[in-house]
């Protein structure tokens, strides 16, 4: 069974700063997906940004990006220019589809972000 | 285009009633997932299928919950009776897999609360 562990229930960071969410996987499957989701306080589920784990390059969405480290079976997101509207809950999320319907996926417990004024 | 439709948005019952929380997922998504989020557990996968079929409901915790997918585009999750310990948000996803296509959007979730 694989796990999925975010090491930091709370961060905090200034407005405009740049800010690193970790998360750490474990995992025997060789092809896999690995999400980062923010829930805000309305506790819509929104995706944040995706990487194909047989892609080497780091994925990145605007002001969100990720550090990729496969061996390490670690998956960070940074937030560069941090906006009030960061403010939410994260979760690392793990995704292996084993084809016929099958899949194996399990979320992080999740860090609380806040971005401070 | 519409995202995945969950209702009610908000549902306040009494212990001991039968509570239906409905899904539509993405049109031409062919997986669909239910999840319960609490404090105390996080969120949890209660059960998912695929082409209509359910692959795997070992999340759903007890004989109390049952699922039902009659078609592509409706799901069913049911809580009969309803506990307390019930309440929570659950959310409905979906996704497309295969190709790259495995992400999975979710609904708003629906608000449970069993008094």
């Known amino acids: 069974a694989q796990t999925v562990t975010q090491s930091q229930p709370e961060m905090s960071v200034q407005e405009a700063e740049t800010v690193t969410l970790s998360c750490t996987y474990d995992?025997?499957?060789?092809?896999?997906?690995l999400f980062w989701y923010k829930q805000p306080p309305s506790r819509q589920m929104i995706l944040v940004i995706r990487?194909?784990?047989?892609?080497?390059q780091n994925a990145t969405e605007n002001r969100f990006s990720v550090n990729f480290q496969k061996a390490a079976k670690s998956f960070s997101l940074k937030i560069s220019d941090s906006q009030l509207g960061d403010t939410a809950m994260y979760f690392c999320?793990?995704?292996?589809?084993?084809?016929?319907?099958?899949?194996?996926?399990?979320f992080g417990k999740g860090t609380k972000l806040s971005v401070i004024p | 285009d519409a995202g995945v439709i969950q209702s009610p948005r908000h549902e306040v019952t009494e212990m001991g009633q039968e509570v239906t929380l409905r899904c539509k997922p993405i049109?031409?998504?062919?997986?669909l997932f239910w999840y319960r989020q609490t404090m105390m557990r996080g969120l949890e996968l209660l059960i998912y299928?695929?082409?209509?079929?359910?692959?795997?409901d070992s999340g759903m915790p007890e004989d109390r919950f049952s699922a039902k997918m009659p078609n592509a585009s409706f799901s069913t999750l049911k809580i009969q009776p309803s506990e307390p310990r019930d309440s929570a948000v659950y959310f409905c996803?979906?996704?497309?897999?295969?190709?790259?296509?495995?992400?999975?959007?979710f609904g708003p979730g629906t608000r449970l609360l069993v008094l």
């Open positions: 049109s031409g998504h062919n997986s």
């Open positions: 990487q194909e784990a047989y892609k080497q």
């Open positions: 995992t025997s499957e060789n092809n896999y997906y």
């Open positions: 996803a979906s996704s497309f897999p295969g190709g790259g296509q495995e992400t999975q959007y």
């Open positions: 299928f695929n082409n209509n079929v359910p692959i795997d």
């Open positions: 999320a793990f995704i292996a589809y084993s084809g016929a319907g099958s899949y194996q996926l399990t």
